[in-house]
């Protein structure tokens, strides 16, 4: 699977973005979706994780209750719309995927990454 992550870019505090990751291939519908963010310096960092099976998700603390993600296997996109966005949330956010039904927040369990995205929050 290949994949392309798209939608980043600067927005003032509170602002909303939504960050799409469009796969190549056919199987996209049964595999799972991560978004990590990454700051220099930093390890890459769980953000949110969808299941192929069922849809389940699951967030990181600090974004839960602000950010969504979804997918529309018609399009073999997955979304994730950020609001309430805060200056710590400044970060390249990559998606990945999985074959596997998970939403590990461990970098080794996603197979396949984007190039990642660059999202800027101003204060």
């Known amino acids: 699977v290949q994949l392309q992550a798209s939608g980043g870019g600067l927005v003032q505090a509170g602002g909303s973005l939504r960050l799409s990751c469009t796969a190549s291939?056919?199987?996209?519908?049964?595999?799972?979706v991560g978004w990590f963010r990454q700051t220099p310096g930093k390890e890459r960092a769980f953000v949110a994780a969808?299941?192929?099976?069922?849809?389940?998700?699951d967030y990181a603390d600090s974004v839960k209750g602000r950010f969504t993600i979804s997918r529309d296997n018609a399009k073999n996109t997955a979304y994730l719309q950020m609001s309430d966005l805060k200056p710590d949330d400044t970060a390249v956010y990559y998606c990945?995927?999985?074959?596997?039904?998970?939403?590990?927040?461990?970098?080794?369990?996603?197979?396949?990454w984007g190039q990642g995205t660059q999202v800027t929050v101003s204060s």
């Open positions: 969808i299941r192929w099976s069922r849809s389940m998700t």
């Open positions: 291939g056919s199987t996209f519908s049964r595999n799972s």
């Open positions: 990945a995927t999985s074959p596997m039904s998970t939403t590990s927040p461990h970098t080794y369990a996603w197979k396949s």
